[in-house]
């Protein structure tokens, strides 16, 4: 089942002309600051937030937002897409991943347009999801799934081809999984595995 769907990919730049919305839309968001200074408001209540750039976010389906550049002109890139998996809520970049993400953002946006093939982009798409860290502290019981699938995983390592694996000893989607593992860890899942797999290397 496909869990990560592209409806667009492209790049602008706002000034005092071409504001950011205001807009409201059904599918996810990924807004990535490239150059510049925005001042957005999000959700009803107008929260505030100041992207510099390299910074970005994910803004879910129907949360209101509209914003501004700053002091002159700012460039961005947009990616439009739909998610079975990840849970509502603003998701950031911690700050010292931000300049890797925004390396992987361009390459993003060069596969648009060259028009690399879908899946191509699509599993891009997913490696940039997972450098996001959901701003709220995962569920006690999201918190007792993740350490259920790290003990199971320990224990089958030699068995785990991915991620995948992990969510599916927890019980959760994947996206799920990894969002809820950087709000626990602040540590990606994979980094995390890829973690694992040294140590036991290392002990033979």
């Known amino acids: 089942m496909e869990v990560v769907k592209i409806l667009r990919q492209d790049v602008g730049r706002f000034d005092r002309r ?3 919305g205001p807009a409201r839309w059904d599918f996810w968001d990924l807004l ?3 150059e510049g200074h925005l001042e957005l408001r999000l959700g009803p209540k107008k929260i ?5 750039a390299p910074s970005g976010l994910l803004i879910p389906p129907g949360t209101e937002f509209q914003g501004c550049a700053v002091d002159g002109a700012a460039s961005a890139s947009v990616t439009h897409f739909e998610s079975s998996a990840l849970s509502p809520g603003a998701l950031l970049v911690p700050e010292h991943d931000r300049l890797h993400v925004q390396h992987l953002i361009q390459l993003a946006m ?11 982009r699509r599993r891009l798409l997913e490696a940039i999801l997972d450098c996001f860290a959901n701003t709220t ?4 019981r999201a918190r007792t799934r993740l350490d259920g699938a790290w003990r199971e995983a320990r224990e089958k390592l030699a068995h785990v081809r991915g991620v995948s694996d992990l969510a599916a000893f927890s019980g959760l989607a994947e996206s799920t999984f990894r969002a809820a593992h950087r ?9 995390h595995l890829q973690q694992l797999r040294l140590s036991e290397a290392e002990r033979y």
Do not use: I
Request: aromatic share 12%; charged share 30%.
């Open 183 to 191: 709000g626990q860890f602040d540590l990606s899942a994979g980094r």
């Open 18 to 20: 071409f504001s950011v």
């Open 48 to 52: 505030r937030l100041s992207l510099h």
């Open 137 to 140: 502290v995962p569920s006690k």
């Open 32 to 34: 990535w600051l490239h």
């Open 110 to 120: 060069e596969y648009a347009r060259r028009d690399e093939p879908m899946e191509r």
